[in-house]
């Protein structure tokens, strides 16, 4: 089984480790449009590039690219830099693919790390293909990608809906739910003031614009 | 965001400066050991002695939870980054409190 966790020096509440078992069979699973051996790619390609590295994977140079720039160099990511990697031949969609992939990813090592666990070894992909189903109600704003209703947080991979989704899932475990976030008396194991200042620590030394 | 929590759970104010500036106490219960902790979960340097002591002042399920909050939000800065998603409006008098250029 995944996740075991035994070398944790922290407690993990029992709803985290199902979520992390649950991250991992869904990156492994097919997705809207990269089959599991290519979300697995990406996926190794984001680790290594942490440390300057490359995975030697398969994948067409653009999606090594989006994976390593995400997982790496995210706060230097331009429209522009977008605008070219479609020009090349990534899908809007698979890039918001890509991003739902990798920014996952880098919370569930980050947690590891956090409470001490060692890197869990990426899951073996699930055969199929992707559903390939597109998300109709999305437009052009100001983001880089394409969203619906609105561009903000919450809607930011919204032109793939099951990353939407699935970010959904992992944040309201890790941090808040969407219900939760709304209330600003909410108080779980940290108050709502302490999570903001971690939020903004992480956030300010990420580089984060937003 | 971290203004708002505070004065509507806590009724007082707190010093956003506290988020860029170690010298500034952000007044918050295990406050530093929070921030020292963030720190160490994104830099990665310091990371056991810092987790240690946020365990010692608040407790070890506290320290999980403040590791949870920081691993989402690695999540979210590059969802954010990545897709360009603009920040409200409401929140630009933050940047302009805090010096961060735009």
Redesign the interface.
Known sequence: MSFELADAVLPVPDRVGEELRREWQRLAAPGTWLTGRQRLAVAAEARTARTFADAHSELPEPLIEAAQSVSAAAHLITREWVVDLVARGVTIEQYVEVVGVVSRLAAVDSYLRGIGAQEEPLPEPTPGRPTGEHENRVRWRQAFVPTAPEDGARFALSAVPVEEHARDQLHAVLYLSTEQMADFTYRGVLSRAQMELLAARVSLLNDCFY | ??R???Q???GTT?D?R???DDRID?E????LE??S???A????QR??ET?AAL?RAAG?????????????????????????????ERLRFVAEL?G?P?
């Open positions: 965001m971290l708002v929590s505070v509507k759970t806590t707190v956003l506290a988020v860029v952000p918050l219960p295990a406050g929070l921030r902790l963030a720190t979960m994104v830099t990665g990371l056991e987790r365990s070890p399920q506290m320290a999980a939870a403040a590791i949870g909050v920081c691993a989402n939000f690695e999540m979210m800065n590059r969802i954010l980054d990545a897709t360009g998603c603009p920040a409200p805090l961060i735009r």
